[in-house]
């Protein structure tokens, strides 16, 4: 039973670094829904790296920069050129899926390396997790650049009044965004399932990117869902540990997938964003122009 | 032009010869004009005068393409906005500039250098609430920018510049959005501030009574150019409109005495929910008749909008019943309604009164689409069309190169004559009228005003919807003050007092001897 939960606190920690990455992002009114791609690209390269230098740190520095580096591409796209953000991000997506399939097939396999050492019968990156999640929360709430950060996904013409430079802070939180999210990558490639397989995130960016959603922007509820959906999941691919014989694991499989539509479906009805409001950036997946 | 050193040493922002151009409209032309510490000095003009141009070119929006900004007697080029704040030039625009997901102290924080590398709320919150006590404002640090009234959000914006160290304080149509008792609050923070040496400069296209009451001196604009510039003492409402528009313009109109007919109009009980789903109208009453004017003044937000949509059909009722010649309409459609005669003015008059980028002759087609003579078996007769959209475009002096230009292409007033002769054309039973001369300049209004008046005549039951209460009260026949959606009263015109009226916009119950 603990084994069942220890493991499927991995799961979470996966989603929750990866939506962390993309709750940055559409604080400061970016939205990524490229997410899967980025984190595709950030657990293969480090796959690769971390198999052929056969260190695990330059393998998950190598997911952080390609991270970083798809997080500026869509920087580029979605401020500079004002692009509109959801086509950047499928795009974003679908070169992903493509490349790595491309880059890591002759890599097909398992990893073949020791397994990363647990602290205190966890995975460490459940500690770092933990840690960056108050940090950006503290960040977000309490700090000159949090304020800046929000203002400016949510209008950045009055932040720009303020004196604040929008598209600088934008580029920051979409670099930061996509280094989380290659570092999600990462974490799943070279911790979780470190076997190698074309598109073997099975569409766990996607579930994060409704964790987002369901949790307003919020990073600590974001927590929350994370937790839930990994016991979600993990229940998808065990279900005999808890309830043996009820429904084909197939159908359990569906379970986080059904739960992130009916979430999305949910959190745009009416009733919800007034019930709710305020909760989501105002500005957000509108690109920003200067006046005049 | 004073050349007297003396006066210019005094001079916080000065202008010489500022000219900016654009291809077509709005330019300024060799604008000149001193502010000084502690004066209050409006700048006066109709729509189109260029007064938006001058405030942009003066917040560094706009750079001129001749002429000069002295800021303190020393020569500033503004290339940002920001530029301007740091010389000590604080805007209140008319458009709201606040996150209003934030708290009023986020907001006044955001990118001051007293907020901190760490949010320090108690020393921002202290400086802050002393500089509310010094000018007389009212805030809820802690609250939400969406939780509050349009009035306190400008506040929230006042501060703010102030808090920034704001020397030049420009309010563009500073009391637009405020009841009556806001407008006088207003007035004394602007008094205390002229006291404390700051330079306040409001903008203002009809407010001359708000002119007359706080500012030492006035520049009016007129086609981009400075017409006059005088002190205020001596001056009179009269003199500052013929200033503004070139012509005498009657402030006053005369009561059109036309008889009461019997009634078009009768509404029980009506309730409807707002966008945000909450109860903004509650319950209200009243009857109009032909060739009566109702009034309907009120504080935008006071559930005037959702009455509007519920008897324009767009909104459902809640409770309630409407009946339009003692036929109930409350059920129909829209069209239906059009149909049976009610005419629908909507104060958006680009986002629901037209398509923006739609010629005149289709937006004109919007109220005539489904007459079988413009429309006959379905097929536009553009041809009918074109000539009706001719004809309303002479009628009504709505000044277009054609009827096929975008309406976009149209000003305020132009558009607002466009939609006014669209409704009255079909001679409606009824018409809506929302906040007709919102925005408009003195002569739209007196164009506006007029055509109500002439509606009136030919026996038509007008709602009126208005936000000023000397519209509402010279216009209508009976005024009814509505707050927080409901009716407060309903009073003829004969016993309506500007001050009962303003003061019952603001919520306080009429006094029970008048009862």
Redesign the interface.
Known sequence: MWELFVRSLDASIVLAIAALGELIGQRSGVLNVGIEGVMLFGATFGFIVAQTTGDYTTGFIAAIAIGALIGLMHGVFSITLGVDQVVSGMGIWILGFGLTTYIGNPYTGPLGMARIDRIGGMSPFFYLALALIILTWFVLN???????I??VG??P????????GVNRIRYMCVIVSGMLMGLAGGVYGLSYNPVWNYNFLMGWGFIALALVFFSMWNPFIMFGGAVLFGALWQLALSPEFILPGVMSRYLWRMVPFVITVVVLVVMST??FR?RW???K??ALGMPYRK?? | MPTDNQIKKNAVLEARGITKRFPGCCANEQIDFEIKAGEVHAILGENGAGKTTLM?ILFG??QPDEGELYFDGEKVDFKS??DA?KKGIGMVHQKR??????SVI??I????PH?????NFKRVKQEVTELCEKYGFKLDLNA?V?QLSEGQRQSVEIIKALYRGAKVLILDEPTSALSPPETRNLLDSIRTMAESDLAVVPFITHKLPVVLDISHRVTVLRNGKVTAQFATEGATEKSLAKSMVGREVIIKLDKVEVERGKPVLEVENLSAYSE??YLALKGVSFTIHEGEIFGIAGVSGNGQEELAEVLAGLRSATTGTILLDGEDITRNSTLERWRKGVGYVPAERNEVGSIADYSLIDNVAMNYYFEEEYVPRGVINYKGLRELTENLIAEYNVATPGPDVNARALSGGNLQKLILARVLSRKPRLIIASLPTQGLDVGAIEFVQNKLLQAKKDKAAILLISGEIEEALSLSDRVAPIYEGELMDIIPWTDAERDNVGAMMAGIKPKVESL
């Open positions: 309490k700090t000159s650049l949090g304020l800046k929000r203002s949510e209008n013409a009055v932040a720009e009044v303020s004196g604040i009416r009733w007034t409001g305020a909760a950036p105002e006046e005049g | 942009n929006l706009y906005p920001l704040i500039k606040l996150v209003m997901a934030h986020e907001n924080m955001l990118g001051h907020a901190g590398e760490i949010l939400k969406w945000k789903d």
